[in-house]
């Protein structure tokens, strides 16, 4: 058995149905079992770290993403019976990164209490994800233009279901045991050409207008805590004409080239409206 928290986030999805695609029993951890759509042949159960037991009982492996770890939920995993814990962790975890960066923490602590714990680890360290272009959903499906920051601002997007392919041959193979994989898109883009990607995706041509980030606030990140956007900002000022990292670790994991962002575009299309 194999536990995957985060079931309905993009990467947990995909595992999952990766997991039981390879014949694999799977407990899906979720905050809200009804309304998750997770597919049948998982075993979804809501997440309640008070009752271990019901979170971790056969089980011996653990798919973890950051904001679900802790001291008390790794203890209780190893005692039901869990011996190898792989963390979706982030890229922003390198020799020289800013320690005091808000990501960074997050993820070094998390890594740091999987270490305590005793428990065989792995740790996924991904860049930029590709699903970061769907901030730009909402405006794309109301017109052809796209606000946004930083329009020659450079990364190399990771496919979410490329992630879930390293960390499901982590999980079944073996041997990955006390390695960080940092992973990465096989090719560098800018913001404006994966804005363009979109567009040919949808069939459409998308104009990307560059906004002073001195004015950019919640309506274009919605989801970014306050606190947080500042130091966020200045992270992707960083990015502006500086080449990315990019490893070939999926491929050397999973047999299998990283997909580029125009694929993911293609595999997206309906989230941005679809087809003209």
């Given at each position: 058995?194999?536990?995957?928290?985060?079931?309905?986030?993009?990467?947990?999805?995909?595992?999952?149905?990766?997991?039981?695609?390879?014949?694999?029993?799977?407990?899906?951890?979720?905050?809200?079992?009804?309304?998750?759509?997770?597919?049948?042949?998982?075993?979804?159960?809501?997440?309640?770290p008070d009752d271990p037991a019901a979170l971790f009982g056969g089980a011996t492996a653990l798919y973890l993403y950051?904001?679900?770890?802790?001291?008390?939920?790794?203890?209780?995993?190893?005692?039901?019976?869990?011996?190898?814990?792989?963390?979706?962790?982030?890229?922003?975890?390198?020799?020289?990164?800013?320690?005091?960066?808000?990501?960074?923490?997050?993820?070094?602590?998390?890594?740091?209490?999987?270490?305590?714990?005793?428990?065989?680890?792995?740790?996924?360290?991904?860049?930029?994800?590709?699903?970061?272009?769907?901030?730009?959903?909402?405006?794309?499906?109301?017109?052809?233009?796209?606000?946004?920051?930083?329009?020659?601002?450079?990364?190399a997007p990771i496919h979410e279901d490329d992630i879930a392919a390293v960390a499901e041959r982590v999980l079944l193979?073996?041997?990955?045991?006390?390695?960080?994989?940092?992973?990465?898109?096989?090719?560098?883009?800018?913001?404006?050409?994966?804005?363009?990607?979109?567009?040919?995706?949808?069939?459409?041509?998308?104009?990307?207008?560059?906004?002073?980030?001195?004015?950019?606030?919640?309506?274009?990140?919605?989801?970014?805590?306050?606190?947080?956007?500042?130091?966020?900002?200045?992270?992707?000022?960083?990015?502006?004409?500086?080449?990315?990292?990019?490893?070939?670790?999926?491929?050397?994991?999973?047999?299998?080239?990283?997909?580029?962002?125009?694929?993911?575009?293609?595999?997206?299309?309906?989230?941005?409206?679809?087809?003209?």
């Amino acid at each position: 058995m194999i536990v995957v928290t985060g079931a309905t986030g993009n990467v947990g999805r995909a595992l999952v149905d990766r997991l039981l695609a390879a014949g694999r029993p799977v407990r899906a951890l979720t905050r809200d079992p009804q309304r998750a759509a997770l597919p049948e042949g998982a075993e979804v159960v809501r997440f309640q770290p008070d009752d271990p037991a019901a979170l971790f009982g056969g089980a011996t492996a653990l798919y973890l993403y950051a904001q679900a770890g802790s001291p008390a939920l790794l203890e209780a995993a190893r005692a039901h019976g869990v011996r190898h814990v792989v963390l979706l962790s982030s890229g922003i975890i390198q020799e020289g990164a800013d320690e005091t960066h808000p990501i960074h923490v997050m993820h070094a602590t998390v890594e740091q209490q999987i270490r305590d714990s005793g428990l065989d680890w792995t740790f996924l360290r991904p860049n930029a994800f590709a699903t970061n272009a769907l901030q730009w959903a909402p405006q794309i499906r109301a017109g052809n233009t796209v606000r946004g920051v930083f329009a020659n601002g450079l990364s190399a997007p990771i496919h979410e279901d490329d992630i879930a392919a390293v960390a499901e041959r982590v999980l079944l193979d073996g041997g990955h045991e006390g390695v960080a994989h940092r992973l990465t898109g096989p090719e560098a883009t800018t913001n404006a050409e994966q804005v363009a990607a979109v567009g040919a995706a949808v069939g459409r041509e998308l104009t990307f207008v560059e906004t002073d980030p001195r004015e950019a606030g919640p309506e274009l990140f919605p989801h970014v805590p306050p606190h947080m956007l500042e130091r966020l900002l200045r992270t992707f000022e960083e990015t502006v004409g500086v080449p990315p990292e990019i490893t070939d670790t999926v491929q050397k994991v999973t047999g299998t080239p990283a997909r580029t962002f125009a694929r993911w575009a293609r595999d997206h299309a309906d989230d941005f409206g679809g087809k003209a």
